[in-house]
């Protein structure tokens, strides 16, 4: 099972879990995965056409999706998926 | 940086950075470079403020500040560059004051106003390097942009709640290879309201003095060149997990900037960019003395709690429940007829609750409740419990 780390922002959506596991072979079946299981999470991960949306980035490993086979990228059972929004926060 | 003038150092200055100087990597030279570059901080709020002071204590020779607020008594829990004297002062003021008295050996440049497409070319063109601190997308946008287009390096930090994230943005490496911007990173920001800010959603007081410490590191390593700059990388902390993870990131065809097919050749409306203001317009504020005359005095008034109800089992006034998450769907139950106090635990999530009904639903009759409950139960009930 594949691990994908859930950033604090979206934690509220995962009932606080920051790991979680996933069956998927790609980043496609993890997305799919996540959002049946937390139905809450897909409006952040999604836009209305069912792509990532542009202010979420999806590392596997160190490495940015975009760079490897978008959300064609194969994930082992050893790799861990990290999720990581924009966040816009320092001064305030 | 760009300083051909040999740069000297007084007796004190050489006693002052003596344990740089003495670093076989570091050096005179480094120091050298500090003494003659020029650094614009952009905010000088929570990661401005751990920034500042460390590129102050360093030696940066000319340091910029942009900011436009008064210091408020919700920032002192993690702005480290205030005290409670400054207070309701001028931020660049206090700053500039502060960062004097550490380092007395540094011009400090204050620009007193807020950073917007109107002025940000201006303003950055004569620094080296920007640091931004900013607390808002527009102005994320913008400072990336100005950057880009000057050709400057931006070193660029943001935190929320217990994660915070820094990356070196348009770099040029010596071997004259340009490395990502922001917009290669996210190419667009998230719609109005569905991330919300620090102010809104809170940040662990320490978490900004972390970040904004490696802020001020990634700054001293682009000016001095010293050891490798987190250029195409962008690192992450988790202060929760105290786990931290760096990853590579990379420039993209389609940036809009400086892509294959550039599209921005000048600064644009971050605001209608990003669907959202820099700065918000001021909503209607009521402090508990005010709520309490209204009380004493019989004026009709409804008060809304938009805390959680495990909150609002804790302690409440009397008003009635409707989660900041649920406010919209419950706007029926709101009176457009009467006042209606808005309050929550500090008074955050009352302003986003109100701006949220004001937008969406034109009421015009809502009133934030200063520091929310706490200040309420500090001010005109102490008897009641305060968590």
């Known amino acids: 099972m594949a691990t994908v780390i859930i950033p604090t922002p979206l934690r509220k959506f995962t009932n606080n879990t920051a790991r979680l596991q996933v069956a998927a072979v790609n980043i496609q079946q993890t997305v799919d995965e996540l959002t049946l299981n937390f139905p809450d999470l897909k409006k952040h991960l999604l836009d209305d056409q069912g792509q990532i949306r542009s202010f979420v980035n999806i590392f596997v490993g160190n490495d940015d999706i975009r760079d490897l086979q978008q959300q064609k990228t194969a994930v082992q059972p050893d790799t861990v998926i990290s999720i990581v929004p924009a966040i816009a926060g320092g001064y305030a | 940086m760009s300083n051909n003038n040999p740069v000297t150092f007084s007796k004190e200055e050489l006693a002052r950075y003596n344990r740089h100087i003495i670093i076989p990597e570091f050096g005179l030279e480094a120091q050298q470079k500090l003494k003659a570059a020029k650094v614009l901080v952009v905010g000088s709020g929570g990661l401005g403020s751990p920034a500042l002071l460390y590129l102050a204590a360093a030696g940066v020779g000319t340091i910029g500040i942009v900011d436009f607020d008064v210091v408020d008594d919700s920032n002192l829990q993690r702005q480290v560059l205030f005290g409670v004297e400054a207070i309701g002062k001028s931020k660049v003021e206090e700053a500039k004051k502060r960062l004097e008295a550490l380092n007395p050996h540094i011009n400090i440049i204050l620009h007193n106003t807020q950073l917007t497409s109107q002025n940000a070319l201006d303003i950055l063109k004569d620094y080296d390097v920007v640091s ?199 706007a029926d139950r709101i009176s457009k007829d009467q006042k209606v106090v808005v309050h929550c635990k500090m008074g955050g999530r009352s302003a986003k609750a109100i701006r949220e009904l004001e937008e969406k639903f034109g009421f015009e009759n809502l009133y934030n409740l200063k520091g929310g409950i706490l200040r309420w139960i500090d001010e005109v009930q102490p008897e009641l419990t305060k968590y």
């Open chain 2, 132 to 330: 931004d601190g900013t607390d808002n997308f527009p102005t994320r946008y913008l400072v990336n942009d100005a950057a880009v287009l000057l050709g400057k390096p931006n070193v660029y930090a943001s935190i929320f709640q217990f994660e915070g994230q820094v990356s070196v943005f348009n770099y040029r490496k010596a071997d004259g290879e340009l490395g990502p911007n922001y917009r290669d990173l996210y190419p667009t920001p998230p719609p109005p309201g569905l991330v919300p800010s620090c102010a809104e959603g809170g940040v662990l007081g320490v978490l900004p003095g972390i970040i904004g410490s490696l802020q001020a590191l990634e700054t001293i390593k682009v000016i001095t060149g010293v050891g490798e700059p987190l250029v195409g990388r962008f690192y992450i902390f988790d202060a929760l997990n105290f786990e931290s993870r760096t990853f590579n990131i990379s420039r993209r065809d389609d940036n809009p900037l400086n892509g294959k097919n550039p599209s921005i050749t000048k600064l644009i409306d971050y605001e209608q960019f990003c669907g959202m203001k820099a700065v918000e317009k001021p909503i209607k504020e009521i402090t508990p003395e005010e709520l309490y005359n209204w009380q004493v005095t019989g004026e009709a008034f409804q008060v809304i709690d938009v805390r959680e109800q495990q909150e609002y089992d804790i302690v409440n006034i009397g008003a009635e429940l409707i989660p900041l998450s649920t406010v919209a769907a419950n």
